[in-house]
C-alpha cells in the first residue's frame, strides 16, 4: 500500500510559507562560552586584548631586559602588587612600574653587572674574532684600565662574561665603544626603539681623483652646500630612508655628525653617496657620556652617576 505524503500545512507545528528559510536548532550553550578564550576578547573582530607578557612591560620599563626579567620571575623575585608573579604571566600593556616590586637579591645582582667604555683602536674589531683580526674586548684587562679610572669596583674576569657590543665601530674607526653585561643598558642603546645620540668626527677627502691633490685640500670650499644638506636628510641606505642627522663643518677637512641610528658602516657609505671619501672616523660621545680625556686603547667602568 502507497502512503501519500501529508501537504506542508499538515505537519506539526507552524504552517511553512514557500519564502520562508529552513530552521534551525539554536548551537547550545557551554559553560563559560562568553569569557575570553586564550587571551583573545569576544569582540567581532577577534581582536587581541590589551595584554603582554611581564618580562617585556619591564624590559619597555626600563627595569631589566626580557632575559633577565624571566629569570628573575622564574626565581620568585618579581612581584605584582605583593604578590609573586610565575614564568609567562601576562600583565596590561600599560602596567605602571609602581605596581612592580623587584626583590633586593635582583637589584643587588643587576647592580653587580658592568658596563665598560673603551677607546678602540683601528685594527680592532667591535665584536667577535674575524678573518684574523683581535676583537676589541681583549683589550680589558686589569694593566690596561684607566690610571684615572674613578669607579668604585674593582676588576674582575667575571666582567668579562656576556659582555655584549652596544653599537658596533667598524675596523677602520676609532674612540667610545660600549660594552656591558646591563641589557638594560643594551636596550638604550641599541633597541629598534633607541633615540640615544651618537657622535663622531670625521676626516674626510673629495672621491674624485681628478680634483684632488696633494697637500691639506679644502674640501669645504669645493664641496656643494646640496650635497651637505643631503648628508642631513634625504638620503636612503638598505632600501630605507635614514633618520635626520646633524651635519656641519669643524674645519675645512673635518665633519661632525651626529647620528640617532646606527646601521653597519652608515656614515662611510653616507659619505661615498655623496662623493665624499671616509679617511679618519671617531665617535666621541654616545648619549651624555663623552669619549673625554679616555687615551686610546684603555677603558674604564661606566660610574653609577652616569647615565646615557
Known sequence: MTTKPRPASAWPGRPLRADSPPRRNPPAQTAGASMPQDG?????????????????????LGLASRREADAWIEQGWVLIDGV??????????????????IRKVAMHQQAAQATILLHKPVGYVSAQAEHGYTPAVALIKAESRWEECDAP????????RHLAVAGRLD???????????????ARQLIGEDSDVEKEYLVRVSLSDASVRHTGEEDVQAAFPESQLALLR??????????RPAQVEWINPQQLRFVLREGKKRQI????????????????V????????????????????????
Open 40 to 60: 583573545l576578547d569576544n569582540t567581532p573582530n577577534n581582536a587581541p586584548s590589551d595584554t603582554v607578557r611581564l618580562s617585556k612591560r619591564m624590559s619597555e
Open 84 to 101: 609573586p608573579a610565575v614564568l609567562g604571566t601576562k600583565v596590561s600593556a600599560h602596567l605602571p612600574a609602581a605596581r612592580i616590586t
Open 153 to 160: 669596583r674593582q676588576f674582575s674576569p667575571a666582567h668579562l
Open 171 to 185: 675596523i677602520d674607526s676609532t674612540g667610545l665603544l660600549v660594552l656591558t653585561q646591563d641589557g638594560r643598558v
Open 233 to 242: 636628510h634625504g638620503l636612503m641606505l638598505d632600501d630605507q630612508p635614514l
Open 268 to 283: 662611510r657609505r653616507m659619505c661615498e653617496s655623496v662623493g665624499l671619501r671616509v679617511t679618519g672616523l671617531k665617535r
Open 285 to 308: 660621545r654616545i648619549g651624555h657620556v663623552r669619549l673625554g680625556a679616555l687615551p686610546l686603547g684603555t677603558w674604564r667602568y661606566l660610574r653609577d652617576d652616569e647615565q646615557f
